[in-house]
């Protein structure tokens, strides 16, 4: 599956984005998503994931109550709502999809599909 982020921007600390990924050439369904992030001079992190179903979905402690991750399957889309956006969350986002469902995400393996990055600039 391709897969295609979009919503990056900049803004002021507090504020909202919403970050897409839109996904193409694959059975979308078979797929967990996830997000991840990469911060200038910092290794990429994993933010949040979600599976099939949207049943079971998972969060780094640093954005819980503030970020949520959605996915839309008939528009084969996953969503990062952003919320009380810190300084800290600036960085490159990723999404990712992988068919080995959520534990492919916590466990740190190798995921199958990666979209191209959406940058997050969130000023003080």
């Known amino acids: 599956v391709q897969l295609q982020a979009s919503g990056g921007g900049l803004v002021k600390a507090g504020d909202s984005l919403r970050l897409s990924c839109a996904a193409s050439?694959?059975?979308?369904?078979?797929?967990?998503l996830g997000w991840f992030r990469q911060a200038p001079e910092k290794e990429r992190e994993y933010v949040a994931a979600?599976?099939?179903?949207?049943?079971?979905?998972d969060y780094i402690d640093s954005v819980k109550g503030r970020f949520t991750i959605s996915r839309d399957n008939a528009k084969n889309t996953v969503y990062l709502q952003m919320n009380s956006l810190k300084p800290e969350d600036t960085a490159v986002y990723y999404c990712?999809?992988?068919?080995?469902?959520?534990?492919?995400?916590?466990?740190?393996?190798?995921?199958?599909?990666w979209g191209q990055g959406t940058l997050v600039t969130v000023s003080s």
């Open positions: 979600i599976s099939w179903s949207g049943g079971s979905i």
């Open positions: 050439g694959g059975t979308f369904e078979d797929y967990g």
């Open positions: 990712a999809a992988d068919r080995g469902g959520m534990g492919s995400f916590l466990t740190g393996r190798i995921l199958e599909s």
